[in-house]
């Protein structure tokens, strides 16, 4: 049995044009499950047809119309006639558009507003700059292939190179503001890395983050550190596109960086950034898991760790109540009960948990003191309904930076391809890929995990 597929094209005056896009058969019987219905192959070919009759139709009928002349408005007749190839999601199109010059002034129209130097439609672009965020060159490029009747732009080069386009671009949008004010917008920085391709060096810092009213409006935002991307410019655009205006109150945390305290203030977000408590808490329970993996294998081992387990959980409870700037209180405590944990009875050297208990103490003690500046009143601040960090901006860098860029240990990168593609990676989380931006955030994740308001 077979089939024609017709398109009817539908003129001014309802008049109907059929054309034949092609032809299917199949053989008489069902034996076969592979011949139920369309396959892939033939549904690449009829859309490539379709389109390649579509556009025909659109082209014949542009090429009668006859535009004025935008300098004079005076009558344009056809000049000549050129070809453009344009790559489409259906296949590639090559269409023949006239050219017009004015009667009056001599002055030429294209009849057509494309970008210039168009060679492929939006749609495509977009897509292939959305698959390009989301997953290697490489797979897009086969990803592509595979589904869609694209026959240009499959290669991976080329790929990278239009997603690179598209990144630049996205780098140039205005931001647009929304219709409401946000009263208050918390800001979050953090940085990760990435591995250089370049000889001599060994990473990239990737800075990453977000900003957040508290109506749910959210932009992520990232830019590799020493590329072309302005960070603080970045930062400013993000806050107008989520509705900061002069009366907005900026809260901002990052991690212990200075580097990014400096970015901060540059962009504007004035006021002491606090220390994220979700750093502060990733540490505390690191403590806490090796507290309770200490040995208790004897009464005063047992009492010993007791005293150790409860110190840091009081530790824990002043540092989120503002009553901790360093931890030598729980040092000195603990340092009273850790005879107990020395080796054998002539042994000076101490267990193994009992070591690491101490090192990471130490570090514990280094970091807050380092910190000191930007710790707060966390317990208050969480009484009073206020974020006190953000476990978000560590999903954010996973999202953004390390399930595209770091997943392989193989993916090394340039300081330009990694921030351009870092621009539409944003554009993709934040919904603004191909609609300018600034649109309103969907978001991805759980505005609020645990570890963020974990007290
Ligand atoms: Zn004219």
């Not at 072309?228 to 806050?239: C, G, H, S, V, Y």
């Not at 220390?275 to 200490?294: C, E, P, S, T, V």
């Not at 409870?317 to 360093?326: L, Q």
């Not at 380092?370 to 999202?399: D, K, M, P």
Request: charged share 25%; hydrophobic share 40%; net charge positive.
């Amino acid at each position: 049995m077979a089939w024609i597929v017709k398109l009817v094209n539908i003129g001014a005056e309802g008049e109907a044009q059929a054309t034949d896009v092609m032809e299917i058969s199949r053989p008489d019987d069902l034996r076969n499950v592979a011949d139920l219905g369309l396959t892939l192959s033939e549904t690449k070919r009829l859309l490539a047809g379709l389109q390649h009759e579509m556009v025909a139709a659109q082209v014949r009928t542009h090429a009668v119309r006859r535009p004025t002349c935008a300098r004079c408005a005076g009558v344009c007749h056809v000049k000549d006639y050129q070809d453009h190839a344009v790559a489409t999601l259906f296949g590639r199109v090559t269409v023949r558009l006239p050219r017009f010059r004015c009667v009056a002034c001599g002055g030429i129209e294209a009849g057509v507003d494309w970008p210039s130097h168009c060679r492929s439609t939006p749609e495509l672009d977009q897509l292939q700059a959305h698959l390009c965020a989301l997953m290697t060159y490489r797979t897009a490029a086969d990803l592509l292939g595979q589904m869609f009747p694209v026959d240009t732009g499959k290669h991976h080069e080329t790929l990278r190179r239009h997603t690179l386009k598209v990144g630049e671009a996205l780098g140039e949008c205005a931001a647009i503001r929304p219709e409401t004010a946000a009263s208050a917008i918390v800001v979050t920085l953090d940085s990760t890395f990435i591995r250089s391709c370049k000889d001599g060096e060994r990473h990239l810092e990737v800075r990453v983050g977000n900003v957040e009213t508290q109506f749910g409006g959210r932009q992520v935002f990232g830019a590799v550190a020493k590329a072309d991307t302005d960070l603080q410019a970045l930062i400013r655009r993000n806050l107008d596109a989520v509705g900061r205006t002069e009366d907005t109150a900026l809260t901002a945390f990052t991690d212990g960086c200075p580097g990014l305290r400096r970015i901060l203030a540059d962009a504007g977000v004035a006021g002491p950034p606090t220390l994220d408590w979700f750093h502060i808490a990733m540490r505390l329970q690191h403590l806490k898991q090796i507290a309770n993996g200490l040995p208790a294998d004897d009464p005063a081992r047992m009492a010993g760790k007791a005293v150790i387990v409860a110190e840091v959980e009081r530790l824990h409870w002043r540092i989120w109540n503002g009553k901790a700037k360093d931890a030598q209180v729980s040092i000195d405590r603990i340092r009273a009960v850790m005879h107990h944990f020395k080796g054998e009875p002539d042994q000076r050297r101490s267990t193994a948990p009992a070591r690491k208990l101490w090192t990471a103490l130490q570090a514990l003690d280094g970091y807050l003191t380092g910190q000191s500046a930007w710790l707060v009143n966390y317990a208050e601040r969480h009484r009073a309904g206020l974020r006190v960090g953000t476990a978000i901006t560590e999903g954010t860098a996973n999202f953004l930076v390390n399930r595209r860029m770091n997943k392989s240990q193989q993916m090394r990168w340039s300081r330009r391809g990694a921030d351009l593609l870092l621009q539409v990676r944003c554009a993709v989380y934040n919904g603004t890929l191909g609609s300018g931006f600034g649109q309103k955030f969907q978001p991805a994740n759980d505005p609020y995990p645990p570890m963020a308001t974990a007290a």
